[in-house]
């Protein structure tokens, strides 16, 4: 069965630095999201994407995230200077159709340090 | 912005017994969503509901989306001990197709 897959499973970093969270995916489908989950709190919706473009950003979203679809397979997230409460699950999710169900991947834990 | 409110918050039961969360909000979904979720883990999809008073059934639970299409419920009959975990609901309003907003979610655990 098709499913999402994230890169690395678990990332640490030093505050202010970059960090590029990867995710594969399902091979059909067209919108991609980001969402991200702080131990023990919900899960937060960050970015969707399609067409090659931002179709909704949270207010999480700021100028320090970027999204990026470099090649018809990988979809990333990138923390430009990450700081302490940044560390956290990020799921990269995936869908067929605006509306369609949502399949996530198993997440990234990103610790800043 | 649109909030979800998830109930009971926890939840604990004997295996056998039958059980009942709910979801609520003020704001109108397009589509709503049930995940289950695992300790460090991502949510896996376990139903979507789009038309206000559908039903569906996977296996022993039973979602209804309210006629209003601002709430839904999830029942389970007869908990097992591996239906314990992290029930989340999630839904995307007509104003913001690409947004999921996600509830807090009820944790629940099945005791043998």
């Known amino acids: 069965e098709p499913e999402v897959t994230q890169t690395p499973s678990h990332q640490v970093t030093q505050m202010g630095q970059e960090v590029i969270l990867r995710c594969v995916p399902i091979?059909?489908?067209?919108?991609f999201y980001w969402y991200r989950q702080i131990l023990g709190q919900k899960v937060e919706f960050l970015v969707s994407f399609y067409n090659n473009e931002i179709s909704e950003k949270s207010e999480i979203f700021d100028d320090q995230f970027s999204v990026e679809r470099p090649d018809g397979s990988n979809f990333t997230l990138k923390i430009r200077s990450t700081k302490l409460e940044d560390s956290a699950m990020y799921f990269c999710?995936?869908?067929?159709?605006?509306?369609?169900?949502?399949?996530f991947g198993p997440g990234t834990r990103l610790t800043v340090t | 912005t649109q909030l979800l409110e998830q109930s009971p918050q926890f939840l604990s039961i004997q295996e056998g017994e039958n059980l009942t969360v709910y979801c609520n909000s003020s704001s109108v979904f397009s589509s709503l969503q049930w995940y289950r979720q695992e300790p460090g883990e991502g949510p896996v999809l376990l139903v979507t509901?789009?038309?206000?008073?559908e039903v569906k059934k996977l296996k022993r639970l039973t979602f209804q989306f309210g006629d209003a299409r601002k709430d839904s419920s999830l029942h389970i009959t007869a908990a097992q001990t591996g239906d314990t975990g992290l029930y989340l609901c999630a839904g995307a309003t007509p104003t913001n197709a690409g947004k999921s907003t996600f509830g807090d979610g009820t944790t629940l655990t099945v005791k043998p």
């Open positions: 509901v789009v038309t206000g008073g």
């Open positions: 999710a995936s869908s067929d159709r605006v509306l369609g169900e949502q399949y």
């Open positions: 091979s059909n489908h067209l919108y």
